[in-house]
């Protein structure tokens, strides 16, 4: 199975803040990287599909990047509707694996 | 507007088993693969089982894999969750997940509001 990594497990930010959270596999995924956003109480909601391309109707402040083993999720400027923890997952081989999670709170 | 139901969660013995039900709508469901997605109490996210457009490429998390079967009514706009030989380590929030393409990209872009299964004597 492909072991996917975040870091950090958690942040603290500011709203504007420019927040930046990795994902790396145990292995070579291409480019087969999702980020999932996910609110308390809240089911898990599909940010960026294939590392970059970004899912209809979320804002254009998320971006993501990277291929390989490496991967990243930024949110240019943080706004108050984006403290939530945020999930990785590869989509190269099942079983799809999801990465442990990166929460990200308010400073 | 494009949604999913879950159904079928509830408390229930170690050993037993439980049907969970998954109503979809708002899209034409025999287009899409669809999955089981669940979320232990705290935790992070762990892939369960998924299924293609026509009841093909089914697969299954080694965790759950002769214990759990999916299955899908796409008369009814329905997937199903068969969970047998239920385990303490199986309670979770249990979600329905539509798949981006018929047969199984594991990209997951509609989730339903999950269903609770809790496995307790």
């Known amino acids: 199975d492909i072991q996917m990594t975040q870091s950090p497990s958690s942040l603290s930010a500011s709203v504007g803040d420019r927040v930046t959270i990795t994902c790396r596999a145990s292995q070579s995924i291409s480019g087969y990287l999702n980020w999932y956003q996910q609110k308390p109480g809240n089911a898990p909601k599909l940010l960026i599909y294939?590392?970059?391309s970004l899912q209809s109707g979320v804002p254009s402040r998320f971006s993501g990047s990277g291929s390989g083993t490496d991967f990243f999720l930024t949110i240019s400027s943080l706004q108050p509707e984006d403290f939530a923890t945020y999930y990785c997952q590869q989509s190269y081989s099942t079983p799809w694996t999801f990465g442990q999670g990166t929460k990200v709170e308010i400073k | 507007e494009v949604q999913l139901v879950e159904s079928g969660g509830g408390l229930v013995q170690p050993g037993r088993s439980l049907r969970l039900s998954c109503a979809a709508s708002?899209?034409?469901?025999?287009?899409?693969?669809m999955h089981w997605v669940r979320q232990a109490p705290g935790k992070g996210l762990e892939w369960v089982s998924g299924i293609g457009w026509n009841s093909g490429n089914i697969d299954y998390a080694d965790s759950v894999k002769g214990r759990f079967t999916i299955s899908r009514d796409n008369a009814e706009n329905s997937l199903y969750l068969q969970m047998n030989s239920l385990r303490t380590e199986d309670t979770a929030f249990y979600y329905c997940?539509?798949?981006?393409?018929?047969?199984?990209?594991?990209?997951?872009?509609?989730w339903g509001q999950g269903t609770m299964v809790t496995v307790s004597s």
């Open positions: 294939t590392a970059s």
């Open positions: 708002g899209f034409t469901f025999d287009d899409h693969a």
């Open positions: 997940a539509k798949d981006s393409t018929s047969h199984g990209s594991g990209a997951f872009d509609i």
